[in-house]
């Protein structure tokens, strides 16, 4: 059926961003073998670009950068008619309710804890994989 061709992983490109190579390793690590296109950028600057360029359905977006933080790219990703329609899901190792708050009044679509859990990564990254598709099957 259509629905089921949706929700296939092929085809899905997600955007990994964290300025810590080993962030970026144990992440890229854990979605490799699961069907994403997966492209990898380790300052806001490259996401952005990135993000306009290919257009990912999953942004895992680190909060403390330098330059620019993830809260700054997550508000230019939604301000771009190109990008805002992204799910953006904040990596932090800040547990605290305020970043969290504030992640989610800028657009964003979900929360990781540091340090991350394989299985929470895979299973957020599916789920919203799968609306993102289901969204943009039905503009």
Same mark, same amino acid.
Request: net charge positive; proline share 0%; hydrophobic share 45%.
């Given at each position: 059926s259509m629905t089921d061709a949706v929700l296939e992983t092929t085809d899905v490109t997600v955007l990994l961003v964290d300025d810590n190579p080993q962030n970026l390793k144990v992440l890229y690590e854990t979605l490799k073998d699961k069907g994403y296109r997966l492209l990898i950028?380790?300052? $806001?600057?490259?996401?952005l670009d990135l993000a306009h360029r290919h257009q990912p359905e999953v942004i895992l977006l680190d909060i403390m950068m330098p330059e620019l933080d993830g809260y700054q790219v997550c508000e230019r990703l939604k301000a771009d008619p190109v990008t805002s329609d992204?799910? &953006?899901?904040?990596?932090?190792a800040l547990d605290?309710? !305020?970043?969290?708050?504030?992640?989610?009044?800028? $657009? $964003?679509?979900?929360?990781?804890s540091k340090p991350f859990q394989? !299985?929470? &990564?895979?299973?957020?990254?599916?789920?919203?994989?799968?609306?993102?598709?289901?969204?943009?099957?039905? !503009?």
């Open positions: 950028a380790n300052d $806001g600057e490259k996401a992204s799910a &953006v899901v904040f990596l932090s605290d309710l !305020q970043a969290k708050v504030r992640g989610f009044s800028l $657009g $964003g679509a979900d929360y990781i394989a !299985q929470e &990564v895979i299973a957020r990254v599916k789920t919203h994989a799968r609306v993102i598709r289901l969204e943009r099957a039905l !503009q």
